[in-house]
Protein backbone atom coordinates (compact mmCIF):
# COMPACT_ATOMS: atom_id res chain seq x y z
CA UNK A 1 0.00 0.00 0.00
CA UNK A 2 1.83 2.91 -0.55
CA UNK A 3 0.12 5.63 1.63
CA UNK A 4 3.48 6.63 2.42
CA UNK A 5 6.37 5.31 0.61
CA UNK A 6 8.56 8.02 2.33
CA UNK A 7 8.78 6.30 5.11
CA UNK A 8 10.38 3.07 3.56
CA UNK A 9 13.11 5.46 1.87
CA UNK A 10 16.38 4.15 3.38
CA UNK A 11 18.00 7.17 2.47
CA UNK A 12 15.69 9.49 4.48
CA UNK A 13 15.97 7.18 7.58
CA UNK A 14 19.75 7.91 7.54
CA UNK A 15 19.25 11.50 6.97
CA UNK A 16 16.80 11.50 10.19
CA UNK A 17 18.89 9.55 12.34
CA UNK A 18 21.87 11.94 10.95
CA UNK A 19 19.98 14.98 12.09
CA UNK A 20 19.05 13.00 15.40
CA UNK A 21 22.74 12.59 16.14
CA UNK A 22 23.63 16.14 15.59
CA UNK A 23 21.04 17.60 17.74
CA UNK A 24 21.13 15.77 20.54
CA UNK A 25 23.99 17.09 22.17
CA UNK A 26 21.47 20.51 22.85
CA UNK A 27 18.74 18.24 24.70
CA UNK A 28 16.03 19.26 22.42
CA UNK A 29 12.61 17.35 22.12
CA UNK A 30 10.34 17.36 19.29
CA UNK A 31 6.94 16.93 19.13
CA UNK A 32 4.46 15.34 16.64
CA UNK A 33 4.03 17.76 14.77
CA UNK A 34 7.82 18.13 13.57
CA UNK A 35 8.10 14.88 13.60
CA UNK A 36 5.33 14.29 10.74
CA UNK A 37 6.62 16.80 8.67
CA UNK A 38 10.65 15.59 8.85
CA UNK A 39 9.05 12.14 8.10
CA UNK A 40 6.96 13.68 5.22
CA UNK A 41 9.13 16.46 4.20
CA UNK A 42 11.13 16.64 0.78
CA UNK A 43 14.29 14.85 0.76
CA UNK A 44 16.40 17.70 -0.47
CA UNK A 45 14.74 20.05 2.63
CA UNK A 46 15.63 16.84 5.06
CA UNK A 47 19.69 17.00 3.41
CA UNK A 48 19.90 20.72 3.66
CA UNK A 49 19.02 20.71 7.51
CA UNK A 50 21.85 17.77 8.05
CA UNK A 51 23.83 20.00 6.27
CA UNK A 52 23.14 23.54 7.99
CA UNK A 53 23.33 21.65 11.38
CA UNK A 54 26.97 19.99 10.41
CA UNK A 55 28.83 22.87 8.39
CA UNK A 56 27.07 25.94 10.30
CA UNK A 57 29.26 25.63 13.58
CA UNK A 58 27.12 26.60 16.44
CA UNK A 59 25.39 29.35 14.92
CA UNK A 60 24.02 27.03 12.24
CA UNK A 61 22.69 24.38 14.73
CA UNK A 62 21.03 26.90 16.66
CA UNK A 63 19.32 27.63 13.39
CA UNK A 64 18.10 24.15 13.34
CA UNK A 65 17.18 23.67 16.72
CA UNK A 66 14.97 26.83 16.61
CA UNK A 67 13.05 25.30 13.08
CA UNK A 68 12.57 21.83 14.98
CA UNK A 69 11.01 23.56 18.43
CA UNK A 70 9.32 26.32 16.67
CA UNK A 71 5.47 26.47 17.65
CA UNK A 72 4.87 28.08 14.55
CA UNK A 73 5.14 24.41 13.15
CA UNK A 74 1.79 22.71 15.51
CA UNK A 75 0.46 26.39 14.49
CA UNK A 76 0.12 26.17 10.18
CA UNK A 77 -0.25 22.12 10.45
CA UNK A 78 -3.78 23.15 12.74
CA UNK A 79 -4.42 25.78 10.15
CA UNK A 80 -4.84 23.61 7.68
CA UNK A 81 -7.21 21.39 9.38
CA UNK A 82 -11.01 22.62 9.20
CA UNK A 83 -12.22 20.75 12.25
CA UNK A 84 -12.81 24.01 13.81
CA UNK A 85 -14.13 26.10 11.78
CA UNK A 86 -17.77 27.02 11.47
CA UNK A 87 -19.82 26.28 8.73
CA UNK A 88 -20.79 28.09 5.78
CA UNK A 89 -25.30 27.73 6.16
CA UNK A 90 -25.24 28.27 2.38
CA UNK A 91 -22.62 25.70 1.31
CA UNK A 92 -24.77 22.75 1.74
CA UNK A 93 -27.89 21.90 -0.32
CA UNK A 94 -29.38 19.79 2.58
CA UNK A 95 -28.30 18.67 5.74
CA UNK A 96 -28.94 15.63 7.65
CA UNK A 97 -28.09 12.30 8.89
CA UNK A 98 -26.92 9.25 7.09
CA UNK A 99 -26.45 7.01 10.37
CA UNK A 100 -22.69 7.20 9.96
CA UNK A 101 -20.75 7.44 12.95
CA UNK A 102 -18.23 9.97 12.64
CA UNK A 103 -14.74 10.09 14.70
CA UNK A 104 -15.21 12.86 17.67
CA UNK A 105 -11.92 14.69 18.21
CA UNK A 106 -9.66 13.63 21.41
CA UNK A 107 -9.24 15.80 24.46
CA UNK A 108 -5.36 17.51 24.15
CA UNK A 109 -3.97 20.07 26.60
CA UNK A 110 -2.30 23.42 26.14
CA UNK A 111 0.05 25.14 23.13
CA UNK A 112 2.90 26.91 24.42
CA UNK A 113 3.90 30.32 23.09
CA UNK A 114 7.02 31.86 21.04
CA UNK A 115 10.17 32.81 22.46
CA UNK A 116 10.42 36.05 22.42
CA UNK A 117 13.72 35.42 20.06
CA UNK A 118 15.17 32.41 17.99
CA UNK A 119 17.56 32.05 15.50
CA UNK A 120 17.23 32.59 12.15
CA UNK A 121 17.15 28.78 10.86
CA UNK A 122 18.82 29.76 6.89
CA UNK A 123 21.72 32.06 8.40
CA UNK A 124 21.75 30.60 12.41
CA UNK A 125 21.96 34.10 13.47
CA UNK A 126 19.66 35.53 16.45
CA UNK A 127 16.47 37.63 15.68
CA UNK A 128 13.98 39.23 17.38
CA UNK A 129 9.98 37.47 17.08
CA UNK A 130 9.06 40.31 15.39
CA UNK A 131 11.07 40.08 12.10
CA UNK A 132 9.53 36.70 11.75
CA UNK A 133 6.06 38.49 10.73
CA UNK A 134 6.26 39.96 6.77
CA UNK A 135 6.48 44.08 7.05
CA UNK A 136 3.17 45.47 6.75
CA UNK A 137 2.94 49.29 6.03
CA UNK A 138 1.44 51.57 8.65
CA UNK A 139 -1.64 52.49 8.49
CA UNK A 140 -2.76 49.44 6.00
CA UNK A 141 -5.62 47.06 6.78
CA UNK A 142 -6.33 43.80 5.32
CA UNK A 143 -8.76 43.74 2.50
CA UNK A 144 -12.34 42.87 2.84
CA UNK A 145 -12.77 39.08 3.13
CA UNK A 146 -13.37 37.49 -0.51
CA UNK A 147 -16.88 36.59 -0.19
CA UNK A 148 -18.35 33.22 -1.50
CA UNK A 149 -18.85 32.51 -4.93
CA UNK A 150 -21.73 31.02 -6.10
CA UNK A 151 -20.43 30.86 -9.87
CA UNK A 152 -17.43 28.19 -8.87
CA UNK A 153 -19.89 26.65 -6.43
CA UNK A 154 -22.53 26.33 -9.77
CA UNK A 155 -19.58 25.08 -11.74
CA UNK A 156 -18.69 22.46 -9.02
CA UNK A 157 -21.87 20.91 -8.60
CA UNK A 158 -22.68 20.91 -12.67
CA UNK A 159 -19.24 19.11 -12.66
CA UNK A 160 -19.58 16.51 -9.99
CA UNK A 161 -23.12 16.06 -11.20
CA UNK A 162 -24.39 17.16 -7.67
CA UNK A 163 -22.89 13.94 -6.34
CA UNK A 164 -20.26 12.66 -3.73
CA UNK A 165 -17.40 12.72 -5.64
CA UNK A 166 -16.43 9.61 -3.14
CA UNK A 167 -19.37 7.77 -2.06
CA UNK A 168 -21.86 9.05 -5.06
CA UNK A 169 -24.52 9.80 -2.52
CA UNK A 170 -27.02 12.63 -3.72
CA UNK A 171 -27.60 13.82 -0.40
CA UNK A 172 -26.35 15.80 2.37
CA UNK A 173 -24.08 17.77 -0.16
CA UNK A 174 -21.64 19.85 0.34
CA UNK A 175 -19.38 21.94 -1.72
CA UNK A 176 -15.70 21.04 -0.07
CA UNK A 177 -12.76 23.69 -0.57
CA UNK A 178 -8.93 21.98 -0.80
CA UNK A 179 -7.22 24.83 0.17
CA UNK A 180 -8.84 26.28 3.18
CA UNK A 181 -11.50 29.09 2.83
CA UNK A 182 -10.46 30.42 5.75
CA UNK A 183 -7.08 30.62 4.82
CA UNK A 184 -8.04 32.46 2.31
CA UNK A 185 -9.28 35.60 4.10
CA UNK A 186 -5.87 36.32 5.33
CA UNK A 187 -3.58 37.51 2.23
CA UNK A 188 -2.77 40.32 4.32
CA UNK A 189 -2.21 38.81 7.74
CA UNK A 190 0.87 37.31 9.82
CA UNK A 191 -0.17 34.13 9.75
CA UNK A 192 -0.33 33.96 6.33
CA UNK A 193 3.12 34.93 5.74
CA UNK A 194 3.44 32.12 8.51
CA UNK A 195 1.67 29.86 6.98
CA UNK A 196 3.72 29.69 3.69
CA UNK A 197 7.11 30.65 5.83
CA UNK A 198 6.69 27.59 7.61
CA UNK A 199 5.57 24.90 5.14
CA UNK A 200 8.97 26.38 3.50
CA UNK A 201 10.78 24.43 5.91
CA UNK A 202 10.09 20.94 4.84
CA UNK A 203 8.92 21.64 1.05
CA UNK A 204 11.05 23.21 -2.30
CA UNK A 205 10.70 26.75 -2.88
CA UNK A 206 9.18 24.82 -6.04
CA UNK A 207 6.30 23.30 -4.52
CA UNK A 208 5.62 26.07 -2.27
CA UNK A 209 5.04 28.23 -5.51
CA UNK A 210 2.91 26.18 -7.08
CA UNK A 211 0.75 25.93 -4.34
CA UNK A 212 0.25 29.76 -4.25
CA UNK A 213 0.04 30.14 -7.82
CA UNK A 214 -3.06 27.46 -7.75
CA UNK A 215 -4.47 29.62 -4.69
CA UNK A 216 -3.54 32.88 -4.62
CA UNK A 217 -4.74 34.27 -7.69
CA UNK A 218 -7.35 36.82 -8.94
CA UNK A 219 -10.47 34.68 -7.33
CA UNK A 220 -8.40 32.97 -4.38
CA UNK A 221 -9.82 30.15 -3.08
CA UNK A 222 -13.25 30.46 -4.81
CA UNK A 223 -12.55 28.75 -7.90
CA UNK A 224 -14.06 25.30 -8.64
CA UNK A 225 -10.43 24.48 -9.09
CA UNK A 226 -10.78 24.51 -5.76
CA UNK A 227 -13.83 22.71 -4.93
CA UNK A 228 -15.33 19.22 -4.61
CA UNK A 229 -18.48 17.90 -3.43
CA UNK A 230 -18.97 15.70 -0.69
CA UNK A 231 -21.37 14.34 1.75
CA UNK A 232 -21.32 16.36 4.55
CA UNK A 233 -20.45 13.26 6.46
CA UNK A 234 -17.86 12.81 4.29
CA UNK A 235 -16.40 16.66 4.63
CA UNK A 236 -16.13 16.28 8.37
CA UNK A 237 -14.31 13.56 7.83
CA UNK A 238 -11.83 14.96 5.28
CA UNK A 239 -11.51 18.14 7.36
CA UNK A 240 -10.40 15.75 10.83
CA UNK A 241 -7.80 14.48 8.23
CA UNK A 242 -9.05 11.30 8.75
CA UNK A 243 -8.69 10.31 5.02
CA UNK A 244 -6.86 12.13 1.89
CA UNK A 245 -6.97 11.73 -1.76
CA UNK A 246 -3.63 11.15 -3.79
CA UNK A 247 -3.50 12.56 -7.14
CA UNK A 248 -1.94 10.05 -9.74
CA UNK A 249 -3.00 11.21 -13.51
CA UNK A 250 -4.76 13.88 -15.58
CA UNK A 251 -5.77 13.32 -19.46
CA UNK A 252 -4.38 15.32 -21.93
CA UNK A 253 -7.34 16.93 -22.81
CA UNK A 254 -7.54 17.86 -18.98
CA UNK A 255 -11.45 15.68 -18.58
CA UNK A 256 -10.32 13.22 -16.62
CA UNK A 257 -8.43 13.27 -13.22
CA UNK A 258 -7.20 9.87 -11.15
CA UNK A 259 -6.82 9.86 -7.17
CA UNK A 260 -6.50 7.40 -4.88
CA UNK A 261 -8.13 7.07 -1.31
CA UNK A 262 -6.31 6.25 1.79
CA UNK A 263 -7.96 5.82 5.06
CA UNK A 264 -5.41 7.82 7.52
CA UNK A 265 -4.97 6.86 10.99
CA UNK A 266 -5.40 8.76 14.39
CA UNK A 267 -2.06 9.66 16.57
CA UNK A 268 -2.79 11.76 19.35
CA UNK A 269 -0.70 14.70 19.72
CA UNK A 270 2.45 14.55 21.81
CA UNK A 271 5.05 17.36 23.60
CA UNK A 272 7.86 14.16 22.78
CA UNK A 273 8.62 11.76 20.26
CA UNK A 274 11.81 9.88 18.82
CA UNK A 275 13.05 11.65 15.79
CA UNK A 276 14.36 8.44 14.53
CA UNK A 277 10.91 6.54 15.33
CA UNK A 278 9.16 5.58 12.12
CA UNK A 279 5.36 6.70 11.96
CA UNK A 280 3.19 3.13 11.16
CA UNK A 281 0.09 3.44 9.03
CA UNK A 282 -3.38 1.88 9.36
CA UNK A 283 -3.34 -2.29 8.83
CA UNK A 284 -6.86 -2.51 7.97
CA UNK A 285 -7.79 -1.05 4.80
CA UNK A 286 -11.20 -1.18 4.96
CA UNK A 287 -11.81 1.45 7.32
CA UNK A 288 -10.87 4.92 9.72
CA UNK A 289 -10.22 5.53 13.11
CA UNK A 290 -13.22 4.36 15.68
CA UNK A 291 -14.74 2.34 12.33
CA UNK A 292 -15.62 4.25 10.68
CA UNK A 293 -16.70 3.05 7.06
CA UNK A 294 -17.88 4.69 3.17
CA UNK A 295 -19.91 3.20 0.97
CA UNK A 296 -19.69 3.46 -2.61
CA UNK A 297 -23.59 3.72 -3.32
CA UNK A 298 -23.13 2.98 -7.43
CA UNK A 299 -21.95 -0.47 -6.02
CA UNK A 300 -22.69 -1.20 -2.66
CA UNK A 301 -19.02 -1.95 -1.48
CA UNK A 302 -16.89 -0.82 1.40
CA UNK A 303 -14.79 2.39 -0.22
CA UNK A 304 -11.07 0.94 1.18
CA UNK A 305 -7.67 2.40 0.80
CA UNK A 306 -5.65 2.09 -2.02
CA UNK A 307 -9.60 2.85 -4.12
CA UNK A 308 -8.85 4.49 -7.72
CA UNK A 309 -11.45 7.17 -7.97
CA UNK A 310 -12.33 8.84 -11.43
CA UNK A 311 -12.83 12.96 -11.57
CA UNK A 312 -14.57 14.11 -14.71
CA UNK A 313 -15.86 16.90 -16.74
CA UNK A 314 -16.96 17.96 -19.86
CA UNK A 315 -15.81 21.34 -20.01
CA UNK A 316 -12.32 21.91 -18.15
CA UNK A 317 -12.37 25.76 -19.41
CA UNK A 318 -15.96 26.53 -17.06
CA UNK A 319 -15.43 23.24 -15.21
CA UNK A 320 -11.99 22.58 -14.64
CA UNK A 321 -10.68 19.06 -12.70
CA UNK A 322 -9.63 19.91 -8.92
CA UNK A 323 -6.32 21.41 -8.93
CA UNK A 324 -3.47 18.95 -9.37
CA UNK A 325 -1.15 21.15 -7.76
CA UNK A 326 -3.83 21.47 -4.45
CA UNK A 327 -4.52 17.68 -4.22
CA UNK A 328 -0.93 17.37 -3.50
CA UNK A 329 -0.97 19.84 -0.88
CA UNK A 330 -4.00 18.27 0.60
CA UNK A 331 -2.15 14.78 0.28
CA UNK A 332 0.67 15.68 2.26
CA UNK A 333 -0.72 18.11 4.77
CA UNK A 334 -3.84 15.86 5.73
CA UNK A 335 -1.69 12.95 6.04
CA UNK A 336 1.25 15.30 8.20
CA UNK A 337 -2.05 16.53 9.99
CA UNK A 338 -3.26 12.80 11.09
CA UNK A 339 0.31 11.52 12.21
CA UNK A 340 0.96 14.76 14.21
CA UNK A 341 -2.57 14.28 16.04
CA UNK A 342 -2.92 18.45 15.44
CA UNK A 343 -5.70 18.27 14.16
CA UNK A 344 -7.54 17.37 17.34
CA UNK A 345 -6.07 20.07 19.72
CA UNK A 346 -9.55 21.45 20.71
CA UNK A 347 -9.77 24.85 20.06
CA UNK A 348 -10.71 26.20 23.63
CA UNK A 349 -7.73 24.57 24.97
CA UNK A 350 -5.33 26.32 22.48
CA UNK A 351 -3.85 28.50 25.77
CA UNK A 352 -0.78 30.29 24.82
CA UNK A 353 0.13 30.89 28.52
CA UNK A 354 0.22 27.42 29.67
CA UNK A 355 2.89 24.21 28.57
CA UNK A 356 1.94 21.81 26.84
CA UNK A 357 0.63 18.72 29.44
CA UNK A 358 1.23 15.88 26.63
CA UNK A 359 2.55 12.37 27.93
CA UNK A 360 3.93 10.19 25.60
CA UNK A 361 3.06 8.79 22.03
CA UNK A 362 1.37 5.42 22.20
CA UNK A 363 3.40 2.38 21.19
CA UNK A 364 0.85 1.92 18.62
CA UNK A 365 1.43 5.35 16.59
CA UNK A 366 5.07 4.30 16.48
CA UNK A 367 7.18 1.17 14.11
CA UNK A 368 10.13 0.37 15.27
CA UNK A 369 13.13 0.97 13.01
CA UNK A 370 14.15 -2.32 12.07
CA UNK A 371 10.21 -3.44 10.85
CA UNK A 372 9.97 -5.04 7.27
CA UNK A 373 7.99 -3.35 4.24
CA UNK A 374 5.15 -6.08 5.22
CA UNK A 375 4.15 -3.86 8.34
CA UNK A 376 3.73 -1.16 6.24
CA UNK A 377 1.26 -2.60 3.64
Known amino acids: MDIAPEFLDARRLALVEQLDTLVAPTKIGINTSTWACLWLSD ?25 LTHPDV ?20 KRGSDGMASPQPLTQTK ?12 TGTGTSSSVSTPPVKQGSESPAKRARSRNARKACLERDQETCVI ?6 LEVAHIYPYSLGQREADPSQF ?20 AVLGPQGTETCSNMLCLGSNVHGLWGM ?36 ACPK ?15 DCDTEKIIE ?10 DPEVRPLPSVELLEMQWILNRVNAISGAADIPEDELDPDRELLFGKIPEEGLLDEDSSEDELS
Open 43 to 67: IGKLQKLVDLAKSAGSEGLNGVVSQ
Open 241 to 276: ARFSLKPIEISEDKKTLKVKFFWLPNFCFSRHVPMT
Open 167 to 172: TKAGEP
Open 305 to 314: SGEEIILRTD
Open 111 to 122: IPRLSKAEPDVT
Open 281 to 295: VPQDPRCGPKNTKLW
Open 194 to 213: MFWRTLGWFWTDEKIQAWKS
Open 74 to 93: TSTIRNWSTTSRPRDEDNSK
